[in-house]
């Protein structure tokens, strides 16, 4: 009888020994596998139009997009579904096609381009008291220059010119890319292949966009100062776009940290790409983990209360189910587009979806002032505290974890800094067990433990986002999925590679690779 009961206890054991062994996954037993690779750059098929002008659906063009002669008389006709500005003497008109948005891009796909003078737009008020204007100046179907104007209503009218780099070649077709980034802008020409940096400029000091009563008051006009010659354009539209690329990628979560699942889908922030921060817009995609069908749904926005819209990024939102609210964090980059301002960790909430179309979050201080971003939140339900894994600089970034009470206020550091570069922190539960992930700049993913953030290993990837020669401070974005999908983990992760052609500091990565965990 002792002996039988002997026997049946070393079977339990051996039984829930061999079940522990089972269950207990180590983040570093996993083989990534990269499945496919992407760079969105200004998708057309990703683009979220907010208005546009077709020549060929024009019935009633004088109500439609009335036009406004500013000097001279240019004839404005639609003749085989191609809008025509022509002109032998100097005339100047704009034309108006939709609202202003500061975070939007516009495009003027122009069909044929022969002209002496300037062609662009024109962003106003419906009495031109004050102006925004972007233009590209011809020469014929040659290129000069690119300029910026700005009117006050004191009549106060600053010209200058943004141009980067000037095309040999001759564009007698082709479209403007004007790109604008809220407190600053990029211009493109695209005729054939990638579009060719153009121009840039900064101007929250001349005039700041991101203030609110901009985008309720302006308006979008196509612009052309014609001294002789004809511009024929095929089409132009305003829509929120993917830039020319995408980066900072974090699952939308739960409170608790598990991913938002809805229609089978992730959802990520992610930041668009200008140039050099704070010129990047915060994206919301989503993607159905087992296909990669990265898909741009909306950007977000963000408002402190003082009548200004920002452009923040490395963003990490959850949703309370509890309280019905969608929270989060992010880092106010925005800091850097004038002088005086702080960066900081923001705490961001909104009653609406924040997932679709252009969206305003609510934003407040918590506190946490410095050089300090890349910041992931988490209910620890065992510990009753919310946890804040984040990179701060101290000699460089590096991973730290703090703990409050409170979600939105009074952290402390708990843990860290860890001894290697960190970006792109987050944490993530590996069948049943939480572990922390951090990008560096050793080529390596580095795998920590939570909550202390002792070093247990690296990720192993199949092709990582690299190559010996770029950088490698990539975001892990391990993320865990139920039963049901064909694998139980992915990572969606950037690269490093800027867009070419650009001036000055920039950081315009990257393309996206898709990583199944086995």
């Not at 993917?242 to 739960?254: K, L, P």
């Not at 701060?392 to 939105?408: F, H, P």
């Not at 996206?512 to 086995?518: P, R």
Request: overall charge neutral; some cysteine; glycine content about 8%.
């Amino acid at each position: 009888m002792r002996l039988s009961k002997y026997i049946l206890q070393l079977i339990l054991l051996a039984l829930l020994g061999a079940g522990q062994v089972f269950s207990q996954i180590k983040p570093s037993n996993l083989q990534f596998v990269r499945q496919g690779v992407k760079r969105l750059i200004f998708a057309d098929d990703q683009s979220i139009s907010l208005a546009e002008l077709r020549p060929q659906d024009v019935i009633g063009m004088k109500t439609m997009y009335p036009a406004k002669v500013l000097g001279g008389a240019p004839k404005i006709s639609v003749v085989d579904d191609i809008l025509r500005l022509e002109s032998q003497e100097p005339s100047e008109a704009s034309i108006w096609f939709g609202g202003f948005n500061p975070f939007a891009t516009y495009f003027i796909q122009f069909d044929s381009l022969n002209v002496h003078g300037e062609l662009g737009f024109e962003f106003s008020d419906p009495i031109s008291s004050e102006y925004f204007r972007v233009t590209i100046v011809a020469d014929g179907c040659q290129l000069q220059d690119v300029f910026l104007y700005v009117k006050r209503p004191s009549g106060d009218l600053l010209k200058r010119s943004i141009l980067t780099h000037l095309p040999t070649d001759s564009i007698p077709s082709g479209r403007i890319i004007l790109q604008m980034l809220g407190s600053g802008l990029n211009v493109f020409i695209q005729d054939k292949g990638l579009p060719k940096s153009f121009g840039q400029a900064d101007f929250a000091e001349e005039m700041d966009l991101r203030l609110l009563e901009y985008m309720q008051q302006f308006q979008s006009r196509v612009y052309a100062k014609i001294d002789r010659g004809s511009v024929h354009i095929e089409h132009v539209e305003s829509a929120l776009t993917t830039g020319i690329g995408q980066a900072d990628i974090r699952a939308i979560t739960y409170k608790n940290g598990s991913p938002f699942l809805d229609q089978d889908r992730i959802w990520y922030t992610m930041s668009i790409r200008g140039r050099a921060l704070p010129h990047h817009l915060q994206g919301v995609f989503s993607m159905n983990p087992s296909v990669f069908d990265i898909r741009l749904e909306g950007i977000i926005v963000f408002d402190r209360g003082d009548g200004m819209l920002r452009n923040e990024i490395s963003s990490h939102i959850f949703y309370d189910q509890e309280n019905e609210i969608w929270r989060g964090l992010t880092t106010g980059f925005s800091a850097y587009a004038k002088q005086g301002e702080e960066k900081q960790i923001l705490a961001i909430e909104s009653q609406k979806d924040p997932r679709f179309g252009f969206s305003i979050m609510k934003a407040r201080a918590t506190g946490i002032v410095g050089d300090i971003e890349d910041s992931h939140i988490i209910y620890d339900t065992l510990a009753q505290k919310w946890r804040l894994l984040t990179c701060e600089n101290l000699g460089g970034y590096k991973a730290v974890i703090m703990e409050s009470d409170i979600w939105d206020r009074g952290y402390s550091r708990i843990a860290g800094p860890v001894a290697e570069n960190s970006t792109g922190t987050s944490m993530q539960m590996i069948d049943g067990q939480r572990f922390c992930f951090a990008g560096s700049s050793a080529r390596e993913i580095f795998i920590y433990s939570y909550p202390d953030l002792q070093k247990l290993g690296k990720l192993n990837m199949d092709l990582p986002p690299w190559d010996p020669t770029s950088r490698t401070r990539v975001w892990p974005n391990v993320v865990s999925l139920p039963k049901g999908f064909p694998f139980r983990f992915a990572a969606l992760m950037m690269d490093r590679y800027n867009f070419p052609g650009q001036v000055g500091p920039h950081w315009s990565y990257g393309a996206l690779h898709l990583y199944h965990g086995y």
